[in-house]
C-alpha cells in the first residue's frame, strides 16, 4: 500500500515536471520559434485549410532558409505545431486552448475562415497571445476590440464595393439599380453590408436582395427576378457553392445583366469548371499574382506563384499569399520588438508597416489590415475557350481593361 | 418586392415549372426512402448521402471524359451493390429493432459517408456539365435549363420501371408481400432477408439515379446531403407510405409551393415555409385522425 502510494507520488511528480518543462520551453525551443496553429485539415474546410497550410510552410521554409529571424542578437528559426479542427468551431477552440496551456505556445498563427477565427479569438484574447490571422475577414472580427489579433487581409465588407463604385462611374456617375443575393453566412453577410454602404454612398438602389439558404444549390428563383426586373449590376457572394451555381444557372437561364460581381471565384475554380460561361464575372480577391508589391523573400507575385507552383503543383489561390504574408509579419515584428515577451511583441505588431510580395500591411486599432485595397479580376477568354483572370480594378494594376457590359447571351 | 407573382405573370408560369421539375426529382429520392421505410420500417437518414454518392459517380465519369449523363445508367449499378453491402454490414442487424435504434446506425452511416467522401474526393464543390443547353418559352420569358427537364424526365421513366418492376417480377410482388406482413410472407416462403437486402439496393440505386441527375443540374459537395434527406423525409410524410402517387403529387406539391414561397415571403423563408407546411399537414391529419377515433367510440 505505502510502495503504491510513493509510486504514485513519483509518477506524478514526474508528470508534473515534463509537464511544466515542456510549458517553460515550448515558446522558443533552442533556436526554434514555435507557432501554434489549429487548420482545417479535414471537414468542408478542408480544401482551404490545405492552401492555408501550404502558405504557412513555404515562408517557414523561406524564411528559415534565408537567415530566420533575429532577436537579441541570435538567429532563430520558425517552426509550426499544427492540430487538426475538423473545420468545426467548438474543437478550434478547444485546440487554441491545449496549443496555448498544455503546448506552452505563446504566439499563434490563424485558421481558416472568419468561423473559425471567430471561435479561436476569445481563447488567444484570454490569454493575451498574439495572433496573426490570413484566413478571417468577417468584419465582426475588428469590431470587437480584440487587442491580439491581426489580420493581413481586407475586412469582408470591403470585398465588392469597388464594384458597385465601378459601376456607378460606368454608368456616368448616376447611381445604380442592384441587384444581390447572399448566402446567410457571417462572411457572405458582411459583403452584403459593404454593398448596402456602397448603394447608399452612391445613391443606387437595392431592388433584389436575396438570402441564400446555406445549403444553396439552386438560385433559380433569384435570377428570374433578375430576368424580369433588369438590374445594372448583380451581386452574388455565397463561397464557392455560391460562385457556381451562379454561373451554371446564370448560363443555362441565359440571364442578361450588364455587371456581374462576385467572391470566390477563384477558390471555385470558376474558370476551369465552368470554361466560356465563367467569362465576364467580376472577382474579389485579397490578391493576384500579377500584382506589383514586393518584398526581401518572395520577391513579388510572381515569383511567388512560380516557386509555390513548383513546390505543390497548383497555381497560388490568395489564401496561401496571405497566410505566408501572416509569416513575413511575425518575423518582421520579433526582430523590431526585440523580445520574445508577448506585450512587446503584440505592440510591435500593432504598429506594423510593411510591404510583403501580397501587399502592404498596417493594422488599425481593430487588427484589420487598412493598407491594402482589394483586387478585382474579370475572368477573359480567348477564341480557344482558355481563360484567364486579369486584374481590371483599382486601375494601378489592371492588366486589362474591364468588359462592360457584359454582351448578351443571344451574342455571344 | 412581395407581389411580383402580380407584376410580373410569367413569374408564375416559371415558379410552377421550376418546381415541377424539381418536385419530380426529390419524388425519385422520397420513393425510395417511402420503399425501404414501408418495407423495413428504417427511415434511412443516409439517403441524402447515398444521392451525393452517386453523384460522384457521374462527376468522375464527366471527368474521365464521358458524358455524365451515362451516370444515369453507371450510377445506380454501383449503387445497388454499394446498398447490399450497406445493408449486410449494419442495417441487417437493426432492421427488427425500434426505431430508433435505425435512425442512430443510419445516422452513423451518414456521417461516415461524410468523411469518406470529403477524404477521397475533396471538400470542393464541384458539378458535372451536359452541355445540354436551355429551352425558351413564351417570348423567352420562361426559361427552362434543359438539364433539369432531362432530369424529371428520367425520374419519371425510372418511377414507372419500378412500378412495372414491383406489380410483375416475383421479387417486387415478394417485396410487397414482406411490406404488408413480414411473418406471414416468411412462412409462406419469401426470403425476407434477401427482400430487405434487394429493398435496400433498390432504394441506394435509385439514389444513385438522383445523385446523378443532381450533378448534371445543381452542384454536389460531401457534406450536402442532409437536405435531400429532410427533403425526401418530408415528402414521404406527406404522402403517406406506400403511395407511389402520393410521393409523386407531394414531390411536386412541395416544388411549386417552395417556389411560391421564395417569390412571395422572400428567398430566406424558403425552406421555413416548407416546414411550417409541413406542421400544418402533421396537426390536420391529427385533427383528422382523432375524428375517426371519436366516430368510432
Known sequence: ?412 | MDFLVFQYPMITVQACLDGILLGVLFALIAYGMALQWGVMNIINIAQGDLVILGGYIAYFMYLYGIHPAWGVIVAPVIMYFVGIAIYKLVINKVVDRDLFISILATFGISILFMQLMNFAFGADVVLANSGYGTTMLFDNNVVLPNSKIFSAFISILFAICLVIYMKKSKLGRAIRATAQNARAAKILGVDTEKVYAATFGINAALCGVAGALISITFTIHPYMGLPYTIRSFMIVIVAGLGNLPGVAMSGMGLGVFEEFADYILGTEFRIGSVFLLLVLILVYRRFKLSRKREYLK
Open chain 1, 1 to 412: 500500500m505505502r510502495l503504491n502510494k510513493i509510486i504514485l507520488s513519483f509518477v506524478s511528480a514526474l508528470v508534473i515536471l515534463f509537464s511544466t518543462s515542456v510549458a517553460s520551453f515550448a515558446k522558443v525551443v533552442g533556436d526554434k520559434i514555435i507557432l501554434g496553429a489549429a487548420i482545417s485539415l479535414t471537414g468542408k474546410y478542408s480544401s482551404n485549410g490545405v492552401h492555408t497550410q501550404n502558405g504557412y510552410n513555404m515562408a517557414v521554409d523561406r524564411i528559415n532558409s534565408m537567415g530566420g529571424v533575429k532577436v537579441g542578437g541570435k538567429t532563430y528559426k520558425f517552426d509550426i505545431i499544427y492540430y487538426d479542427d475538423e473545420s468545426n468551431p467548438k474543437r478550434a477552440a478547444q485546440l487554441a486552448e491545449r496549443l496555448i496551456s498544455q503546448d506552452g505556445v505563446e504566439f499563434m498563427l490563424g485558421p481558416y475562415s472568419s468561423g473559425l477565427t471567430k471561435a479561436i479569438a476569445p481563447v488567444t484574447e484570454k490569454y493575451g497571445v498574439p495572433m496573426v490571422e490570413a484566413n478571417g475577414a468577417s468584419r465582426s472580427l475588428f469590431t470587437k476590440g480584440y487587442k491580439y489579433l491581426f489580420a493581413v487581409l481586407a475586412p469582408a465588407n470591403l470585398y465588392l464595393d469597388v464594384a458597385i463604385e465601378t459601376a456607378v462611374e460606368l454608368n456616368g456617375g448616376k447611381p445604380v439599380r442592384i441587384a444581390q443575393a447572399f448566402e446567410q453566412d457571417a462572411f457572405s453577410q458582411d459583403v452584403r453590408l459593404g454593398i448596402l454602404d456602397a448603394a447608399e454612398r452612391t445613391g443606387s438602389k437595392i431592388i433584389i436582395d436575396d438570402k441564400l439558404p446555406k445549403e444553396l444549390n439552386d438560385m433559380a428563383a433569384t435570377l428570374v427576378k433578375v430576368k424580369q426586373m433588369k438590374p445594372d449590376v448583380l451581386v452574388v457572394s455565397g463561397h464557392t457553392k455560391g460562385a457556381l451555381t451562379a454561373i451554371r444557372q446564370i448560363a443555362e437561364m441565359k440571364v442578361d445583366v450588364p455587371m456581374l460581381a462576385m467572391t470566390h471565384c477563384d477558390a471555385a475554380k470558376l474558370s476551369k469548371q465552368h470554361g466560356k460561361n465563367s467569362q465576364y464575372a467580376l472577382c474579389a480577391s485579397q490578391w493576384h499574382k500579377s500584382l506589383t508589391y514586393k518584398d526581401d523573400f518572395f520577391k513579388d507575385g510572381m515569383t511567388y506563384a512560380a516557386d509555390f507552383e513548383k513546390e505543390f503543383g497548383y497555381d497560388p489561390p490568395y489564401q496561401s499569399a496571405e497566410s505566408s504574408a501572416a509569416l513575413l509579419v511575425f518575423k518582421d515584428a520579433f526582430e523590431r520588438a526585440n523580445s520574445f515577451d508577448q506585450k512587446k511583441v503584440r505592440d510591435a505588431l500593432a504598429a506594423t508597416n510593411m510591404q510583403t510580395f501580397y501587399g502592404n500591411i498596417k493594422f488599425a486599432p481593430g487588427g484589420q489590415n487598412v493598407d491594402k485595397p482589394m483586387v478585382l479580376f474579370q475572368v477573359m477568354c480567348d477564341a480557344s475557350g482558355k481563360c484567364e483572370n486579369k486584374v481590371v480594378a483599382p486601375l494601378k494594376w489592371a492588366s486589362a481593361k474591364l468588359i462592360h457590359p457584359i454582351p448578351k447571351w443571344s451574342e455571344r
